[in-house]
């Protein structure tokens, strides 16, 4: 069965950064997809970045030039650094793959 466990969510000032990862559990990982989705209060989910098993990326325009998807195969892990992050950005980011999501952690960009 897979499991995903997402980390590294937190409270940040605007202008700063984190770096959220997700650990899957089993053989799949480094042959499918994985995205990062984000659920902000009161709207619905939406796709932030995915990447490919072979590294291809692809983003969301409002992670363009901030956020940085990336994969580590050896680790069954996935990447999202966030940088130059802004109170809009405030949401549950979850990880996915196929059609199996973590737990979700919670981003939150406020002074």
């Known amino acids: 069965q897979v499991q995903l466990v997402e980390s590294g969510g937190g409270l940040v000032e605007p202008g700063g950064s984190l770096r959220l990862s997700c650990v899957v559990s089993?053989?799949?990982?480094?042959?499918?997809?994985m995205f990062w989705y984000r659920q902000a209060p009161g709207r619905q989910r939406e796709l932030v970045a995915q990447?490919?098993?072979?590294?291809?990326?692809n983003y969301a325009d409002s992670a363009k030039g901030r956020f940085t998807i990336s994969r580590d195969n050896a680790k069954n892990t996935v990447y999202l650094q966030m940088n130059s992050l802004k109170p809009e950005d405030t949401a549950v980011y979850y990880c996915k793959i196929l059609r199996v999501w973590g737990q979700g952690t919670q981003v939150t960009v406020s002074s």
């Open positions: 990447i490919t098993g072979g590294g291809s990326t």
């Open positions: 089993g053989s799949i990982f480094s042959i499918y997809t």
